[in-house]
């Protein structure tokens, strides 16, 4: 017999790599993020029903998706067999390849839905491995600063994600990002394949005393401290290429007072940390007029830090 209920799940869009934390690091943001709404059908196996938001271009078969290879590798793992199916609805609530993690907020909201549908087989921890399958698809390696940010909310240090263990940061009250999103898309993937297998020690040195000194930060709700740790010694060099205007950009945020400024993920986003909105605004405006110079279209949005997560909003 099957049932009419359905689940509606809400995660929200993130900022991976805080600048120092490369597939480590993550925090969420909010205003923007993926909805995706489980149901059971009378269709066998897991099918996903409806993308919306997403402009026709992403796929509907279950293997190839996201969220659906998240909620298969859920399926799999509950022992999930029965007569009834289960279809999914994603509605997608940001851009694609724009370095806030899509791809993550719709396996983070996959997951969380299905897992209610279910019953709530899994606690909130043990999902992450099933969201992270679907991020491998998406970007072709397992890394889980997206996901776990999507799904736990708040700042998150991702020590390892299958076994799960993920540690959520203390989150400074006065923190505002900024996010400017130019329109250009970077693929995950091939953000990925530009850079170095190897780190010359002294930059590894510096890159993760910068980590420790911003956790520390983050903790001891030093400003200062997190703004003079948010530097990215190894990976920022080779993926700034790829972003037309990022040094005059991110000097303009530092100028309007922002706290730091790097990359959003893999691109082509850029965040800033501010200690107010009104300093989160001016550091957006200053950016934007970088890209207005070089006529490149974009998108400004503040936020303060989401700590929330991925959460039901309709059952
Ligand atoms: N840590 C990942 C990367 C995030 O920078 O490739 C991708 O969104």
């Not at 205007?245 to 400024?261: N, Q, R, S, T």
């Amino acid at each position: 017999m099957t049932s009419p209920k359905s689940i509606r799940v809400f995660a929200p869009a993130t900022v991976a790599n805080v600048a120092c934390g490369f597939d480590v690091l993550g925090f969420a943001i909010h205003g923007l993020g993926d909805y995706v709404t489980a149901r059971f059908s009378d269709v066998s196996g897991l099918g996903i029903e409806s993308i919306t938001g997403d402009d026709g271009r992403l796929p509907l078969e279950a293997s190839k998706n996201t969220a659906g290879l998240a909620a298969m590798a859920l399926l799999k793992r509950a022992g999930f067999k029965g007569e009834k199916g289960i279809q999914l609805a994603i509605e997608k609530n940001m851009p694609l390849g724009s370095g806030l993690g899509s791809s993550a907020a719709s396996s983070a909201a996959a997951v969380v839905a299905v897992n209610e549908l279910l019953g709530r087989p899994f606690s909130v921890d043990d999902l992450l491995p099933f969201a992270v399958e679907g991020e491998m698809a998406a970007s072709g390696t397992a890394h889980a600063d997206n996901v776990a940010a999507a799904l736990f909310g708040g700042f998150i240090l991702v020590k390892t994600h299958n076994p799960p263990d993920v540690i959520s940061l203390h989150t400074p009250p006065k923190l505002h990002c900024t996010i400017i999103h130019p329109s250009i898309e970077i693929q995950t993937r091939n953000s990925r394949m530009i850079l170095k297998k190897e780190v010359p020690l002294e930059k590894a040195v510096t890159q993760w005393a910068n980590l420790g000194a911003l956790v520390a930060g983050l903790y001891t709700e030093d400003y200062d401290l997190i703004g003079r740790s948010l530097h990215d010694e190894i990976i920022e060099p080779v993926r700034s290429i790829l972003i037309p205007g990022f040094d005059e950009m991110k000097k303009a945020a530092l100028d309007a007072g922002a706290l730091g400024c790097s990359i959003s993920g893999s691109g082509p986003s850029l965040f800033a940390l501010s200690t107010s909105k009104d300093e989160a605004e001016a550091a957006g405006r200053n950016m934007g007029k970088i890209l207005e110079k070089i006529g490149l279209e974009y998108h400004i949005h503040v936020s303060e830090i989401n700590t929330t997560g991925a959460h039901v909003v309709d059952a």
